[in-house]
């Protein structure tokens, strides 16, 4: 599966913050991620996170027959895999280019710049030799994966300790750990690697690059040097031009990390030794902040809970009792209701409205025509009696300026809309007449 290519936004985004001097996690140009290391319950086994990016170091070891060539040396061994786990970009069981110019780099890096003692490994010469084998698995990925193998396979190489042996006559006896100490590997110094990515022809510069600042670099310097300031190895990738003037600033700067670096492997190994040499807890679980929820166990906080009720008696005596307050339902108009304090609703029955029409306008100018005397004798009729109570109209309305719904029972709804009809006709004869008689008066 390939990996998902960027799009020209967050590629010309990348750029353009690298060229203003800025990160897209906060580093600056020449800071490096964050370095964690864990050790396992066996010796050998570690696992370095650099930022996010994780790898997995496990060391093994066992006798065989040496090579032709060098009879005297003992074999290592390193080998990198890089699992679909770590970024679904890699295959599993695939020989890939990066894949393979990782593994190339590891050897150069830590074999051919002779950082153990090869002759040490041998037990029997041209018989019997330790072939140590490096095994490093890619957990996660977040760029600049050379940087944290070479400091996994350091620390692990550092870390272990082979079964320890005794040659007599041409019989060889290899011993447990519980029946001798096992014996670490000697080490003459630890080369580590830093990488250096160039953007824009080598105009810009920035120090252990992320998954995507890699995405978008021109070219990649990987300079393998130890405390001593002494390079083991040196390549460049990229197709770039890099001047001499480069190159050292790169080596400059590549000296401090490794001291840095150094100096927290040596801590973290010798803090590991004092651990398992008290007889304390060891392995990758102890390493596990307590406070994340795949913890497998948190500390117990003692709670004194002896006079709960006491202090809760003493609470409650100290407190204010809360005020009563008896909420009394506001009539404000037939068929509603209000319980507490509010402001009276502004909106009003359209009969009731149409009604005060009709009244002022009788005031004004009288009633002169008959159909008004009929529109009120309608009105005084008497509705038929019931001995059940009848149900109050219940108008709902949103808006004065929105169609009115009225729900009103069956028994009520002719006699509304007659007097509605009747309302309405002796309101237009009343306007009627009053426009007559301004007419006469002009």
Partial sequence: MRETPLSNCERSFLLKAISEGKRLDGRETYDYRNIKISFGADYGCCIVELGKTRVLGQVACELVPPKIN??????????????????????????????????????????????????????????????????????????????????????????????????????????????????????????????????????????????????????????????????????????????????????????????EITELIQKALENDKKVRKEGGKCGFVESMPKQWITAFKMDKAPVDMSDVEEKAEEILCKAEPPPEAVSKPVLWAPGTAQIGEGLESSWRDMEEEEEEEVEREEDEGGIDDPTLVVSQNIEMEELPVNEEKKPDVVVLSDSEEEEVIILEPEELRIHTRSKHHANTSARKTAMGKKKRKKKFAT
């Fill in 70 to 259: 060098r009879p005297t040396e003992g074999i290592i061994f390193f080998n990198l895999e890089l699992s679909p786990m770590a970024s679904p970009a890699f295959e599993l069981a695939r020989q890939s280019e990066l894949l393979v110019k990782l593994n190339r780099l590891l050897e150069r890096c830590l074999r051919n710049s002779k950082c153990i003692d090869t002759e040490s490994l041998c037990v029997v010469a041209g018989e019997k030799v330790w072939q140590v084998r490096v095994d490093l698995h890619l957990l996660n990925h977040e760029g600049n994966i050379i940087d944290a193998a070479s400091i996994a396979a350091i620390v692990a190489l550092s870390h272990f300790r082979r079964q320890d042996v005794s040659i007599q006559g041409d019989e060889v006896t290899v011993y447990t750990l519980e029946e001798r100490e096992p014996v670490p590997l000697s080490i003459h110094h630890m080369p580590i690697c830093v990488s250096f990515a160039f953007f824009q022809q080598g105009t810009f510069l920035l120090v252990d690059p992320s998954e995507r600042e890699e995405r978008v670099l021109d070219g990649l310097l990987v300079i393998a040097m130890n405390k001593h300031r002494e390079i083991c190895t040196i390549q460049s990738s990229g197709g770039i031009m890099l001047l001499k003037e480069q190159v050292l600033r790169c080596s400059k700067i590549a000296s401090v990390k490794v001291t």
